[in-house]
């Protein structure tokens, strides 16, 4: 007796899926006890495309499901961070990408440099921190503050400049990271020097009788002080904070001979000196 058998082939249904689809890990993770887990689900044999940068910890090639690790092979001292695509391919064409990134230790300060006039008053540089390590911030000078003093992420800081009586000065504001490896930036501040004091007029002549005379002060706002004059006569008002003017007075003179001197000043970031005399 014959028979007969219908056969329906069923082609196999081949699978493959990773978990997760994406991994990071920090600047100065690059080793394989850094490594971060990746779990392959499949029913088929596959192999792992690694790109470069990146190392795994086992081989390229296998079947069926499994586990492995993935890790930078080195410290990212650079600016940007590093990014590549692990692509994991069955034997029947299809694949699955896992994305990967090492974070870079970003950190930047804007301006590199604040000018600011005598006056002083209230600046700001920007922080850039996008991968969120921290930062501290620091100034070495009392005239120069800035808040906040710490902070993560992108901020603005607040930079408070006194007002300057004297000559020029300078100050260093510092930035740091707060993971502790030494990365330091700077923004140099340049206060300029108050304007110094001058007299006007050049000079003055009192009348042999004697008689009164005003000396106009020009220039500074923050401070002055008249520091020397002629034994011969008398200053009134000889320190302040504006420009009002001195008065000055001179008694008779009963001598023979014409008297000389000089009335010296000094404020902001400077001096000057006016001649006296008398007939």
Same mark, same amino acid.
């Given at each position: 007796?014959?028979y007969?058998?219908?056969?329906?082939l069923?082609?196999?249904?081949?699978?493959?899926?990773?978990?997760?689809?994406?991994?990071?890990v920090?600047?100065?993770e690059?080793?394989?006890?850094?490594?971060?887990?990746?779990?392959?689900?499949?029913n088929?044999? *596959? !192999? +792992? @495309?690694?790109?470069t940068?990146?190392?795994?910890?086992?081989s390229? %090639? &296998?079947s069926? /499901? #499994? $586990?492995?690790?993935?890790?930078?092979?080195?410290?990212?001292?650079g600016?940007t961070?590093?990014?590549?695509?692990?692509t994991?391919?069955?034997?029947?064409?299809?694949?699955?990408?896992?994305?990967?990134?090492?974070?870079?230790?970003?950190?930047?300060?804007?301006?590199?440099?604040?000018?600011?006039?005598?006056?002083?008053?209230?600046?700001?540089?920007?922080?850039?921190?996008?991968?969120?390590y921290? *930062? !501290? +911030? @620091?100034?070495?000078?009392?005239?120069?503050?800035?808040e906040?003093? %710490? &902070?993560?992420g /992108? #901020? $603005?800081?607040?930079?408070?400049?006194?007002?300057?009586?004297?000559?020029?000065?300078?100050?260093?504001?510092?930035?740091?990271?707060?993971?502790?490896?030494g990365?330091?930036?700077?923004?140099?501040?340049?206060?300029?020097?108050?304007?110094?004091?001058?007299?006007?007029?050049?000079?003055?002549?009192?009348?042999?009788?004697?008689?009164?005379?005003?000396?106009?002060?020009?220039?500074?706002?923050?401070? *002055?002080?008249?520091?020397?004059?002629?034994?011969?006569?008398?200053?009134?008002?000889?320190? &302040?904070?504006? /420009?009002?003017?001195?008065?000055?007075?001179a008694?008779?003179?009963?001598?023979?001979t014409?008297?000389?001197?000089?009335?010296?000043?000094?404020?902001?970031?400077?001096?000057d000196?006016?001649h006296?005399?008398?007939?």
């Amino acid at each position: 007796t014959d028979y007969t058998m219908d056969v329906t082939l069923v082609a196999a249904t081949y699978t493959l899926s990773v978990s997760p689809t994406s991994r990071e890990v920090d600047y100065d993770e690059y080793s394989s006890s850094d490594g971060k887990s990746i779990s392959i689900t499949s029913n088929q044999s *596959w !192999t +792992i @495309s690694v790109p470069t940068g990146f190392a795994i910890s086992r081989s390229t %090639s &296998g079947s069926g /499901n #499994a $586990t492995f690790n993935v890790y930078p092979t080195s410290y990212n001292s650079g600016t940007t961070n590093k990014t590549g695509t692990l692509t994991i391919t069955g034997n029947d064409s299809q694949f699955v990408n896992v994305q990967l990134t090492q974070k870079a230790l970003i950190l930047t300060i804007d301006p590199t440099e604040l000018n600011v006039s005598a006056s002083g008053g209230s600046y700001s540089v920007s922080v850039g921190d996008p991968n969120n390590y921290g *930062w !501290t +911030i @620091s100034s070495n000078q009392s005239w120069c503050s800035v808040e906040p003093s %710490s &902070g993560t992420g /992108n #901020a $603005t800081v607040a930079v408070g400049i006194g007002t300057n009586t004297s000559s020029s000065r300078s100050a260093t504001i510092t930035l740091a990271s707060s993971t502790g490896d030494g990365t330091n930036l700077t923004c140099s501040v340049a206060q300029s020097a108050a304007q110094a004091i001058t007299f006007s007029p050049s000079s003055v002549s009192f009348a042999g009788t004697g008689s009164e005379e005003v000396i106009g002060i020009n220039g500074t706002f923050y401070g *002055w002080e008249v520091t020397s004059w002629p034994n011969w006569c008398t200053c009134e008002m000889t320190t &302040g904070e504006s /420009n009002n003017p001195i008065l000055i007075e001179a008694g008779a003179n009963t001598g023979s001979t014409k008297k000389n001197g000089n009335l010296v000043g000094e404020g902001g970031g400077g001096g000057d000196q006016i001649h006296l005399s008398q007939i």
